[in-house]
């Protein structure tokens, strides 16, 4: 069973995110006879040559075709570096066979005449990516962008939304492709995100008060995501100071870096609170789940979101959730009773509703977000993915 994936990333350094957890997943959890290769972009490795890698304990055949590093803003787009590059190697890359997926717009266009069945995943509608205040260059071109999409709809076998309203949407936007368009939420790795005994919890707890040098007895509120414009730090910034006006003992842990992170330490300097946030960069998943299994709530911020991820993988870990009334994510915390959506973008809501939620009395919280994730673990996500790639593979 060969299948391809074709994203403009280093499989060797995949960045923080809804789409390379997505990747991460597919690998980890395939069936043993899935043959996988990774078409991306490296800033090490030769371009246009095979080479065998390790991810998630697999080995996959990875062919950069263009040099890069995801994480790096340049003057001409990675996405677009990445398409020619994409051009220029098509005869080496030999993926007639395989079932092709795509997690960018118009990353599909040089495969537009292949015969390879292809599937793509919608982590960011066209809305969210022509957005203003978010950092995708799609938004100063929206209509081109929804041409794009259009136009990788029509030739897309399969076409997976993490999102059940933009699901709905697209089917009425792309009537055309609508039988073919299923809505596949996004999921956390069960083997990563799960939730600790309360002994452990505790451990955890003191041991990262002891790192950070914060006090345990107040509540610690985690955020965990890129520091840009679609995640709104600025936001997050005046929740914390709102919050601390009311509880002067809460800390705040940021896991994460951006282009906003001087913006948003000088914001919580201005308001007196920084002694109380301590930055702790990118961390591993593996750390991240440390961090859930510590803390009291996290809190998203987003101006738009279609999952996100980092959500589910909270909610698993039994770590309730304020956000924003963004992505699906939204939805499942009002469905569950996990934490609080706020439907007005304002600090002093989001702050009241970290207030209520890290209340002592919310015990029950935590045994409700564990309820809540258990439908969207990767093991039960995934397989339709798989016995779809199969169907597929069979029809070529």
């Known amino acids: 069973m060969r299948t391809a994936i074709v994203l403009p990333a280093d499989p060797e350094r ?8 997505f990747i991460r997943g597919f690998v980890k ?19 246009r040559r095979w080479h065998d890698v390790e991810l998630e304990g697999r080995t996959v055949r990875f062919m950069p075709v263009s040099r890069g590093r995801a994480e790096a803003r340049t003057r001409v787009p990675l996405a677009l570096r990445f398409v020619v590059g994409l051009v220029r190697a098509r005869r080496r890359l030999g993926l007639g066979r395989s079932v092709i997926s795509f997690h960018r717009p118009g990353t599909h266009l040089p495969f537009s005449f292949s015969a390879a069945r292809q599937w793509r995943v919608v982590h960011l509608s066209v809305s969210d990516l022509a957005t203003s205040g978010g950092e995708s ?5 929206p209509r081109l962008l929804a041409a794009v999409e ?5 030739r897309m076998q399969r076409i997976y939304v993490v999102n059940e309203r933009v699901a709905a949407e697209y089917r009425a936007r792309f009537p055309e492709v609508a039988d073919r368009i299923r809505y596949l939420p996004n999921w956390a ?27 345990v007895e107040g509540p610690i509120v985690l955020f965990a995501g890129r520091l840009e414009g679609q995640k709104d730090p600025q936001l997050l910034g005046e929740t914390f100071a709102a919050l601390r006006s009311d509880r002067p003992d809460a800390c705040l842990i940021v896991a994460g870096e951006g282009s906003l992170q001087g913006d948003l330490r000088r914001a919580l300097g201005t308001r007196d609170v920084t002694d109380a946030v301590r930055f702790v960069g990118t961390v591993e998943r593996t750390r991240l789940a440390e961090l859930m299994n510590a803390s009291d709530v996290l809190v998203i911020t987003s101006r738009y979101e279609t999952g996100p991820t980092v959500g589910f993988e909270a909610l698993a870990c039994g770590l309730p959730v304020v956000s924003t009334d963004v992505g699906q994510v939204a939805r499942v915390i009002r469905a569950g009773g996990t934490g609080r959506v706020v439907d007005e973008r304002a600090a002093v809501a989001l702050a009241r509703a970290i207030e209520w939620t890290v209340d002592p009395g919310r015990e029950e919280l935590r045994d409700a977000a564990v309820a809540a994730a258990d439908p969207f673990l990767a093991d039960r996500v995934l397989g339709e993915v798989y016995a779809d790639s199969r169907t597929l593979a069979q029809r070529s």
């Open 150 to 154: 259009r136009h990788g709809f029509r």
């Open 189 to 215: 790795d069960p083997t990563i995100f799960f939730p600790r005994p309360d002994p452990e919890r505790v451990r955890l707890r003191r041991s990262l008060a002891d790192e950070l040098r914060v006090a």
């Open 137 to 141: 260059r799609w938004r100063m071109i």
């Open 14 to 21: 995949m960045a923080i995110g809804g789409i390379a957890s």
């Open 29 to 47: 959890f395939a069936p043993a006879d899935f043959d996988i290769t990774f078409v991306g972009v490296s800033s090490t490795r030769p371009v």
